[in-house]
């Protein structure tokens, strides 16, 4: 019987599609492995050498479990992300260890990473339209994903055929296949499209969580949660660095395994108390080092007393300030954010206001049913109450 469209995928074109993400991931591990072993026995720098390895990995184990435990597309985008990525960091140590073209193929594996880098950016920025279902989130949002698509290709084109990017990475090299004049306008372009497909897709996603359930606005909180550390973090060390790339490598990976446990809904409902707990220690912690800051350079600048006392009067005075602080900000933080737990947490404390003064049984009973409904939702609740007397009431 033919399979009818929609159907779940027959055993062995499953069996097919798990084995070649499982192949994804293996040729993925050893292109690293092999730029590893090139870069470490070639006296590299060993920063330049495992760079993009923790970004790399993280997409092929994220995107093989996706890919072979749900099916879902974006399993895939993230393993070819990642084997594109790999192609790359294993191109890039391979021509970088020669100082000219004394390795062999050292240019044409320059040529294969700017190529290479083509492909890849989309595939990322891709991300935030597709996510958590793999498909965007309505039939009008498709000319984006082939607007995606064009770009790279012409990106990849451009850097194939000209020296669009070459001499940029590998100054000591020369690019073996110059055809024309180096496309540096239409490469440009094409970055920029790729700009506004990522732009675009955090639109979707608010556009998605508008009109979503509440499991998939849980999905969606874990991106953007995860995102925001990212974003965070990249953006408060470049203020101090003039090259926040190492610490992108580090923090990056952070995207893709909330992606993951997002779609395998592993401990996906904790995401309001991540959230609240997150804003809230930010929230004291910038509090207290203001608290900490004033008290100092009111001691040291306007009392004019320049002792260790002084400071040490400060540091006592934000520690003391802790957890009072902490509570207030977790109560105001909760009641906007996690609603769920607040709003539990203020019927428990009602009915344990209300519990002091009862001495009706049956009331008492009613009422803790009421309570734990209304908190947990649960679907059968039943209460046994040992009255001293011979058989339970219930």
Not at 49 to 63: K, N, Q, Y
Not at 80 to 90: G, I, K, M, N, P
Not at 104 to 112: E, Q, R, V
Not at 330 to 354: E, K, L, M, P, S
């Amino acid at each position: 019987m033919p399979q009818q469209p929609g159907s779940p995928a027959s055993p062995p074109a499953r069996r097919g599609a798990r084995g070649l993400a499982w192949a994804l991931l293996g040729l993925t591990v050893a292109l690293l492995a092999v730029g590893v072993v090139v870069g470490l026995t070639g006296s590299e720098d060993w920063t330049r050498v495992v760079g993009f390895i923790p970004v790399a990995m993280a997409l092929a184990l994220v995107g093989t479990l996706v890919a072979v435990r749900t099916g879902n597309r974006l399993g895939w985008v993230f393993l070819a992300a990642a084997a594109l990525s790999a192609v790359s960091v294993s191109a890039d140590i391979y021509a970088l260890r020669a100082p000219g073209d004394e390795l062999p193929g050292a240019a044409w594996a320059g040529w294969t990473l700017t190529v290479a880098l083509g492909i890849e950016s989309p595939l990322l920025f891709l991300i935030p339209l597709l996510f958590p279902d793999g498909r965007p989130p309505s039939p009008r949002w498709r000319p984006v994903i082939w607007a995606a698509i064009l770009a790279g290709l012409v990106d990849s084109l451009s850097s194939a055929i000209s020296n669009v990017n070459f001499s940029n990475n590998f100054p000591k090299l020369r690019d073996p296949v110059t055809v024309v004049a180096p496309l540096s306008t239409v490469w440009n372009q094409a970055a920029s499209v790729g700009l506004a497909v990522f732009l675009v897709g955090a639109v979707s996603m608010i556009v998605r969580f508008r009109r979503s359930g509440q499991e998939q606005r849980l999905q969606l909180k874990w991106f953007m949660y995860a995102s925001a550390i990212a974003a965070v973090i990249i953006f408060t060390v470049s203020q101090f660095s003039n090259n926040p790339l190492p610490v992108f490598e580090i923090v990056f990976p952070l995207i893709p395994a909330a992606v993951g446990i997002a779609i395998l809904k592993y401990r996906l409902y904790d995401i309001d108390r991540i959230i609240s707990r997150t804003l809230a220690y930010a929230i004291v912690t910038g509090l207290l080092v203001g608290v900490y800051a004033g008290l100092v350079l009111l001691a040291t600048q306007v009392l004019r007393l320049h002792t260790p006392v002084a400071v040490a009067a400060a540091t006592l005075a934000a520690a003391a300030l802790f957890n009072p602080l902490r509570r207030r900000v977790q109560h105001g933080v909760d009641r906007r954010f996690n609603r769920i737990r607040y709003d539990a947490d203020q019927t428990v404390a009602a009915f344990a206001a209300g519990l002091r003064d009862a001495v009706d049984l049956d009331a008492v009973r009613a009422d803790l049913l009421a309570v734990v409904n209304r908190a947990v939702e649960p679907a059968h609740l039943s209460v046994w109450i040992d009255t001293g007397r011979p058989g339970p009431s219930a």
